[in-house]
């Protein structure tokens, strides 16, 4: 079967750095996507990965290891906006988009 | 422009009852894409639709049709609800079925009773 497994959720300081992982088992891999969902809202876009490496976009960066099945959310300087759930989603063989359940990121003062 | 408008924001539905959710854009995107969202699983495709006038299923698409008539509006129908229909319901476009982005709507929240 098809997999996506990211921590349920995790605690940072803000102005601190933190790094969400992902991990994928799918039949077929044509890249990978980051989502930010604020809580009631829908997800909106970050980041996508296809080659393995680090994709740096302002605070946030992204890396993926299609050998090993794993990427990555890297969020520095983290900011009270940044509270929000962060989903991890693999387009599969078929071109379907394969979700985890979201990993929640809480920012304390 | 606005993007992607879904009707209604959210609705309570008695069981049985039949019941259309909307979708529309206006960015002239050729794929469009139903998913649910339930507490503690990620989102799951219904149905999607790579162009006007065809339809493809999902993951999860039993007790669900769809209907794409024309490029910007990708309607989703519950026949008869049931109380597992209860979650949240997001459209999405994207440029083609590729790797491109996909944009989400704002969500229906749907409760079945």
């Known amino acids: 079967g098809q997999n996506i497994d990211q921590p349920t959720e995790m605690t940072a300081t803000e102005g601190a750095i933190v790094q969400i992982n992902c991990t994928y088992q799918?039949?077929?891999?044509?890249?990978l996507f980051w989502y930010q969902q604020h809580a009631g809202e829908a997800p909106t876009f970050l980041s996508y990965?296809?080659l393995d490496g680090l994709e740096e976009k302002g605070r946030f960066s992204s890396f993926l290891s299609r050998s090993k099945g794993y990427s990555y959310l890297l969020l520095k300087e983290l900011q009270m906006k940044d509270s929000a759930s962060y989903l991890c989603a693999v387009m599969d063989s078929n071109y379907q988009l394969i979700w985890g359940a979201g990993t929640k990121l809480i920012i304390k003062p | 422009i606005a993007g992607i408008t879904q009707a209604p924001t959210s609705q309570i539905l008695a069981a049985g009852r039949r019941m259309t959710l909307r979708c529309t854009q206006d960015?002239?995107?050729?794929?469009m894409y139903w998913y649910r969202q339930d507490l503690g699983l990620g989102l799951r495709l219904i149905h999607y639709s790579n162009t006007a006038g065809t339809t493809g299923k999902g993951e999860v698409p039993d007790g669900y049709s769809v209907s794409r008539a024309n490029t910007d509006d990708f309607p989703l129908t519950l026949a008869s609800a049931v109380p597992s229909q209860t979650s949240v319901y997001f459209c999405?476009?994207?440029?083609?079925?590729?790797?491109?982005?996909?944009?989400f709507g704002p969500g229906t929240r749907l409760t079945v009773l």
């Open positions: 999405a476009s994207s440029d083609s079925q590729g790797s491109d982005t996909q944009y």
């Open positions: 799918t039949s077929g891999f044509n890249g």
């Open positions: 990965n296809v």
């Open positions: 960015m002239r995107h050729n794929a």
